[in-house]
DNA sequence: CTGAAAGCGCTTACAG
DNA sequence: CTGAAAGCGCTTACAG
C-alpha cells in the first residue's frame, strides 16, 4: 500500500488521461461504465487517496470552518458546555464534507484584536464563534469579510448572524412553574453586566414577576461571578426568598452548596431553578430542576446557516432564537397553601 | 479590503516577480531589505492573505493532525476527559503552526472498520487516537502508513508509539496511601476486562497488597460497567472493606452515592479513593482523593511526537507512561490504631 | 465517450 | 539581488 499515487499514475497504467480518471472518480458524465469501474478498481488497488487539498485550491475553498472558544470559555469550568457544542457542530460538519478547526482565543489575542491564524492563513472559509467575546473583538471579526455566525450569545450593534437560547422565554417559563407552584418571593442569582445570556434571562424572570404582580426586592438578587466570569462567594442575604432562579446549573450548584453549608435544604427551606441542563444538574443533590439548552438544534442551526453563507455571502438570518425545555427534577418544593 | 488578493496581485503592482514577493513574505535570503519592507507594506495595504493551501499542495502536507475519539468516549459522560485532551493538544498543535481536526468515530464505522473521509481525502498527516478503540479497528488503523500515536490506551499486539498515565504506578501509589492510613481490607471498583487502564490500576492496586501482605478479596472487586462501557448499578457487598480504590472519579462519584443512600458515610465509614482528578472528583461530597492525570504533558508528548514521526516516519517512541499525582483531599480516613 | 490545455497560488531549483 | 520555468494534484471549459 504504498502511497503518494496520483490520478495521473492510473491514467497512465491505463493508457487513458487524468481528465478522465477524475470523471471516473466523481461519478460525472462523459466515462464509459466499463472504463469506470476498471478505473475504480485500479484505485482501490493501487491505494489510491483522493487529495482534497487539490480540489480547495483550484476553488478557494478549505472545507474547513473555524470554531473560536474564548479561552475563559474554555477552561475546566465552562468546558461541559462549549466543548459539547463544539462536538455538535464537528458532527454536523461532517455531513457535509466539512470539518471543524478548533480555536481557542487567548486573553491576549482578544485584547489585542489578533485573529486567529487559520484566518490569516486562509485554512477556513468561515467563522462559528462560540462564547461572548469583547466589543472590540466583535467588531473586529465584524470587518473581515468571510462568513461568520455568533452562537450562544449576540451583539446590539452588530448584524451578525447570531444562534442564541431563548433564554428570555425560558426564564419566563421556569419563573412560572415556580409562581405555579406557590412562590411570591423569588430571588435572582447572577451577575447582570457580565454576559447577555444572564441579562435576558434575568429580563425573562422579571417580566414572570411582572405578569404575576409579584415585587422585584433587590436584596434577592444575587451577584455570582466578577467582571472577569470568575465565581465568587455568593452573599446570601439575611431574610430569605422561597426560590432562586439561578443563571446556569453551575452556579445553582454553587448555591445549593453554600444553602446547605449554612444549614439551609434545598428545597424544604429554599427552591432552586437554573438553567443549562449540563453536568451540574444531575449533580447536585438534590438534581435541579433546570431549562435544557437544545444543543444539537444550535449546532443544526450554524451549520447550515454557515453552508448557506458560504454559498451566498449576501445571506443574512439575524438573531435565531432556539427554544430550551424545562427538565423537572427534585429541586422544587410546592409551597401553595390550598 | 477585497479578498483573493495573491503574491501575484502584490508582483504587478510593483513590477516584480512572485517569487520576489514570495521571497519577501516569507523572510527569505535573496530580496533587498528595501523591496522586502515595500513588499510587505503594499500586502498589508491589500489586506493580503497567505495561502497556507498552496503551500501544503507542494509539500503534500496538509498541516492538520486528525484527533480521534471513539462516539462511546465522547458523550457526556465522558465528555471532560477526552475534549480536555484535545483542546490541550490543538493548544500545543497551533505552536507548531499545525491544526487538530476532530473526528467522532462513530460505533457503526469502527465496527465496519471504516476510516475516517479525513484520512481517505488526505485532509491529516497523521492521527493522534484518544481511548480505546477495538483489536479490529488497531488493526485497520496499523496498516495506513501515515503517523500515528494513541493516547491513554495500548494494545499488547501493536507495536504503535502510545502515551500513557502510569496507571499501574499510579493506583499503586495511591493503594499504598490507604495501607499508610491503616486500611487492610481495601477493595477495587472497575470492570477488569473492559480497558487496559482499568486492568493496569487494578494491578498497581494488586502489587500494593502483595508488597503489604495483605489479602486480595474476590467479594470487594465490583464491577462497575457493562461490556459497552455503560455503567450499572454497583453491587455492594454485604461484609464491607474499609476502603476502595475506584477505577476512575466518575465511578468512585458513583460508589459514594450508593454508599450514601445505603446510610454509609464517606470517609467515616469506608474510605474511598480514584483516578484521574476531573470535574467529578471536587464535586463528590466528601471531594475525593485521587490521582491526577497530566493532561498537558500528554498533550506535549503526543504533539512532539507526532512532529517528529511526521518528519521521519520510521521513528518509533514506544510506550510512553506519564506519572500522575495525587491530589490529597477528604474522601480517606486514617484508621491507624496508635 | 475521451483528452489537450490552462489554471488554482504558491515554492523550488536554477540561471543570470 | 532578481526572475523564468516547472511543478504540486486536481478540475474546468472546450474541442474532437
Same mark, same amino acid.
Given at each position: 500500500?504504498?502511497?503518494?499515487?496520483?490520478?495521473?499514475?492510473?491514467?497512465?497504467?491505463?493508457?487513458?488521461?487524468?481528465?478522465?480518471?477524475?470523471?471516473?472518480?466523481?461519478?460525472?458524465?462523459?466515462?464509459?461504465?466499463?472504463?469506470?469501474?476498471?478505473?475504480?478498481?485500479?484505485?482501490?488497488?493501487?491505494?489510491?487517496?483522493?487529495?482534497?487539498?487539490?480540489?480547495?485550491?483550484?476553488?478557494?475553498?478549505?472545507?474547513?470552518?473555524?470554531?473560536?472558544?474564548?479561552?475563559?470559555?474554555?477552561?475546566?469550568?465552562?468546558?461541559?458546555?462549549?466543548?459539547?457544542?463544539?462536538?455538535?457542530?464537528?458532527?454536523?460538519?461532517?455531513?457535509?464534507?466539512?470539518?471543524?478547526?478548533?480555536?481557542?482565543?487567548?486573553?491576549?489575542?482578544?485584547?489585542?484584536?489578533?485573529?486567529?491564524?487559520?484566518?490569516?492563513?486562509?485554512?477556513?472559509?468561515?467563522?462559528?464563534?462560540?462564547?461572548?467575546?469583547?466589543?472590540?473583538?466583535?467588531?473586529?471579526?465584524?470587518?473581515?469579510?468571510?462568513?461568520?455566525?455568533?452562537?450562544?450569545?449576540?451583539?446590539?450593534?452588530?448584524?451578525?448572524?447570531?444562534?442564541?437560547?431563548?433564554?428570555?422565554?425560558?426564564?419566563?417559563?421556569?419563573?412560572?412553574?415556580?409562581?405555579?407552584?406557590?412562590?411570591?418571593?423569588?430571588?435572582?442569582? *447572577?451577575?447582570?453586566?457580565?454576559?447577555?445570556?444572564?441579562?435576558?434571562?434575568?429580563?425573562?424572570?422579571?417580566?414572570?414577576?411582572?405578569?404575576?404582580?409579584?415585587?422585584?426586592?433587590?436584596?434577592?438578587?444575587?451577584?455570582?461571578?466578577?467582571?472577569? *466570569?470568575?465565581?465568587?462567594?455568593?452573599?446570601?442575604?439575611?431574610?430569605?426568598?422561597?426560590?432562586?432562579?439561578?443563571?446556569?446549573?453551575?452556579?445553582?450548584?454553587?448555591?445549593?452548596?453554600?444553602?446547605?453549608?449554612? *444549614?439551609?435544604?434545598?428545597?424544604?427551606?429554599?427552591?432552586?431553578?437554573?438553567?443549562?441542563?449540563?453536568?451540574?444538574?444531575?449533580?447536585?443533590?438534590?438534581?435541579?430542576?433546570?431549562?435544557?439548552?437544545?444543543?444539537?438544534?444550535?449546532?443544526?442551526?450554524?451549520?447550515?446557516?454557515?453552508?448557506?453563507?458560504?454559498?451566498?455571502?449576501?445571506?443574512?438570518?439575524?438573531?435565531?432564537?432556539?427554544?430550551?425545555?424545562?427538565?423537572?427534577?427534585?429541586?422544587?418544593?410546592?409551597?401553595?397553601?390550598?
Amino acid at each position: 500500500m504504498k502511497n503518494n499515487v496520483t490520478m495521473r499514475d492510473i491514467a497512465d497504467k491505463l493508457s487513458v488521461s487524468s481528465v478522465t480518471v477524475s470523471k471516473a472518480l466523481n461519478d460525472k458524465d462523459g466515462v464509459s461504465d466499463e472504463l469506470k469501474v476498471k478505473i475504480k478498481t485500479l484505485a482501490e488497488e493501487m491505494g489510491y487517496r483522493y487529495n482534497a487539498l487539490a480540489k480547495s485550491i483550484k476553488e478557494g475553498l478549505s472545507y474547513n470552518i473555524g470554531v473560536i472558544i474564548p479561552e475563559r470559555f474554555a477552561g475546566m469550568d465552562h468546558q461541559s458546555f462549549y466543548l459539547n457544542v463544539y462536538q455538535s457542530i464537528t458532527r454536523v460538519l461532517e455531513e457535509y464534507d466539512y470539518y471543524g478547526i478548533l480555536h481557542i482565543l487567548s486573553k491576549e489575542d482578544e485584547k489585542n484584536l489578533q485573529l486567529p491564524r487559520i484566518y490569516h492563513e486562509k485554512k477556513v472559509d468561515g467563522f462559528i464563534i462560540l462564547g461572548q467575546i469583547s466589543k472590540e473583538y466583535i467588531e473586529k471579526v465584524q470587518s473581515i469579510s468571510i462568513p461568520k455566525i455568533f452562537l450562544d450569545f449576540y451583539d446590539e450593534n452588530s448584524d451578525i448572524d447570531s444562534i442564541v437560547t431563548d433564554n428570555f422565554n425560558g426564564a419566563y417559563e421556569i419563573t412560572n412553574f415556580l409562581i405555579q407552584n406557590g412562590h411570591k418571593e423569588i430571588g435572582y442569582v *447572577g451577575n447582570l453586566y457580565s454576559t447577555s445570556s444572564i441579562q435576558d434571562r434575568y429580563l425573562g424572570f422579571y417580566k414572570s414577576l411582572l405578569e404575576h404582580n409579584l415585587e422585584l426586592n433587590q436584596n434577592y438578587i444575587l451577584n455570582d461571578r466578577d467582571d472577569n *466570569g470568575t465565581y465568587i462567594d455568593i452573599d446570601i442575604p439575611k431574610k430569605m426568598p422561597t426560590a432562586f432562579v439561578c443563571n446556569c446549573d453551575q452556579v445553582a450548584h454553587n448555591l445549593v452548596q453554600k444553602l446547605t453549608k449554612l *444549614g439551609l435544604n434545598v428545597p424544604e427551606d429554599c427552591s432552586v431553578v437554573s438553567f443549562d441542563n449540563d453536568i451540574y444538574a444531575t449533580i447536585t443533590s438534590p438534581p435541579l430542576t433546570t431549562v435544557e439548552i437544545d444543543i444539537e438544534e444550535m449546532a443544526n442551526y450554524a451549520v447550515n446557516f454557515m453552508l448557506e453563507k458560504l454559498k451566498d455571502h449576501q445571506k443574512s438570518f439575524g438573531r435565531i432564537l432556539v427554544k430550551g425545555k424545562i427538565v423537572y427534577r427534585h429541586s422544587v418544593k410546592n409551597i401553595k397553601t390550598r
